[in-house]
């Protein structure tokens, strides 16, 4: 017979692991005898187990299957018992006895526990910030190493995603909807630090701004001023923008010596109009065209009412063939097209491309003396005006 | 006498501990010492002149990146749902929570417990939409917890 106390003291590290040998009903068949500790009586021999570890309540038939499957070993990991931590494991150890073994975890167990409480807490922390921000009226994003690694809620929303994940998959490339030109988020920030930037995203205005987070992280807000911006920016007959948004994207062009196609274009023959079916005619038949010319340029082109019935139209990421070709094509365009009230109408149209030494007032003049010209000359054309080189 | 293994269940800091403490020893403590691995507290009740013992185990708060052990469901008769009504993600892994105690006990009862509800307003409060088995909770000002516990305890023992 084995003296089975001796095999197992001898077996288990000392101080390490208790052991309770238990029969079919879980009744105890022998113990070590430091086990003690765990249990505010003394456990003696032919007592339940259940009586002392009620954690194994309700978990009867499981341990009994050990018996007649005797790869089984049932673990239950962390228990706090009698200012202890334990692990428990029942498993089999002859036809008719299980072993149950306890190894005192208290040591690490309580490491791992403050580092629970610290990672808990700051989970909660990070929440309530991640909330704050969520509340906040303003869009905000990060970026780390060019990709987005943070968005509000606002932000997300807006953009119909849920996560960040799908935010990145979006590869928005937000960058280009201030500029078509910026190739990262690093140009974006260096183009906006420090100040303030008007972007258009579909149909909404936002005020953008940066800031750096620690020379890592690139922080983004926007500010959106959609409704403002309508009514400071958008001539209220026609629904496209005023001269002086137009004078301003102008300016900013000629500023970064970028290139582009500045049209002056006019209906022919708008007085006439006007004298003969009235104003409101003449409101209707000018709300008309600025649609349909807003309707087939591109997204970055700007259309902006001067005054009257003359129209500005910036055409922007392009080059002169494709400025003039697209000039004619809205020329064409209206030409064919039949006004709801009057019926047929034309536009003429005059043209300047900017030159690095350009003014807003020289490109614009320019603009108009090749109006004026399509007008002596026919109308319902376009004319270009170049800048003569100089002789130098 | 009948001894029955009944689990709280639910995110980490949403008051599981609270309400077994204010359940079992009637008392309250607001400091928060998250709970690992499970500690298991006894309650002796009496239901329709049957005794019976409960074991209620506080489990482990769930986060996101650390589940809860399968081995600590097994065997359990009820459990009992606990959300903070001040954080809604808490309440929005409600039904994983569900999912994952029934796939091990199906027929076992449960109770849901909306808990901090004394940090809500009286408007707030009528947006809960409560039944037989939710409760709008607060270990702290001992609002609906022995509620809670008997209606689970009656609905196991039945």
Redesign the interface.
């Known amino acids: 017979m084995i003296n089975i106390p001796l095999v197992m003291n001898a077996i288990l590290s000392k101080n390490v692991f208790e052991y309770v040998l238990l029969d079919k009903s879980l009744n105890i068949i022998t113990i070590s005898d430091t086990l003690n500790k765990y249990v505010t009586v003394t456990p003696k021999c032919g007592e339940n187990i259940?009586e002392y570890f009620?954690?194994l309540?309700?978990?009867?038939e499981?341990l009994q299957e050990i018996l007649v499957n005797p790869s089984e070993i049932?673990?239950?990991?962390?228990?706090?018992?009698n200012n202890h931590?334990i692990d428990i494991s029942v498993e089999y150890y002859n036809e008719s006895t299980l072993l149950m073994l306890i190894q005192n975890i208290t040591d690490v167990?309580c490491s791992?526990?403050k580092l629970?409480?610290h990672?808990?807490?700051s989970?909660?922390l990070n929440?309530t910030l991640q909330k704050i921000l969520d509340n906040q009226n303003v869009y905000i994003f990060v970026i780390y190493n060019e990709e987005i690694v943070f968005a509000n809620n606002h932000f997300m929303h807006y953009f119909k995603v849920e996560t960040i994940q799908e935010l990145r998959h979006l590869k928005l490339n937000f960058y280009k909807h201030l500029d078509y030109t910026l190739n990262s988020y690093h140009a974006l920030f260096d183009r906006v630090n420090s100040k303030e930037e008007y972007i258009v995203v579909e149909n909404d205005t936002f005020i953008l701004q940066a800031s750096l987070i620690e020379s890592t992280h690139q922080l983004f807000t926007l500010t959106k001023i959609t409704n403002l911006s309508n009514k400071l920016q958008y001539d209220t007959l026609t629904k496209v923008y005023k001269k002086e948004y137009f004078k301003k994207q102008l300016e900013k062009l000629l500023l970064l010596e970028e290139e582009g196609a500045v049209i002056i274009l006019d209906l022919d023959n708008f007085k006439h109009i006007n004298d003969k079916f009235g104003q409101k005619i003449g409101d209707e038949v000018l709300y008309e065209f600025a649609t349909c010319i807003k309707e087939n340029i591109d997204e970055q082109d700007i259309l902006a009412r001067w005054g009257g019935d003359e129209f500005l139209l910036l055409l922007k990421h392009t080059t002169l063939d494709n400025a003039l070709l697209k000039a004619k094509k809205l020329c064409l365009m209206i030409e064919n097209h039949t006004f709801k009230s009057i019926g047929k109408l034309t536009t003429s149209l005059g043209m300047a491309w900017t030159t690095e030494n350009d003014t807003l007032h020289s490109v614009l003049l320019r603009a108009d003396k090749a109006l004026y010209e399509s007008k002596n000359s026919g109308k319902n054309h376009v004319v270009l005006k170049m800048l003569k080189k100089s002789k130098n | 006498m009948i001894?029955?293994?009944i689990l709280l269940l639910g995110d980490?800091?949403v008051g599981k501990t609270s309400l077994i403490k204010r359940y079992v020893d009637d008392a309250f403590d607001d400091s928060?010492?998250?709970t690992?691995?499970?500690?298991?507290s006894?309650k002796l009740c009496k239901i329709h002149e049957i005794e019976c013992?409960i074991?209620i185990w506080d489990i482990?708060?769930a986060?996101?990146s650390k589940k809860i052990?399968l081995?600590?469901y097994?065997?359990?008769?009820g459990a009992i749902f606990v959300t903070d009504v001040n954080?809604s993600?808490t309440i929005e892994g409600l039904e994983k929570h569900k999912e994952v105690f029934l796939s091990q006990n199906p027929y076992a009862s449960f109770v849901t417990a909306y808990n901090k509800a004394d940090l809500l307003t009286t408007v707030q409060r009528e947006n809960f939409v409560l039944n037989k088995h939710t409760f709008l909770t607060s270990a702290k000002e001992n609002e609906n917890v022995e509620s809670l516990f008997l209606t689970l305890i009656k609905e196991m023992l039945s």
């Open positions: 259940l009620s954690e309540v309700g978990l009867e499981i049932f673990t239950l990991k962390t228990i706090a018992k931590y167990t791992q526990q629970l409480q990672s808990n807490e989970l909660l929440s | 001894r029955k293994k980490f800091n928060y010492l998250t690992i691995g499970v500690k298991i006894k013992e074991l482990e708060g986060t996101p052990p081995n600590y097994k065997g359990a008769s954080r993600e």
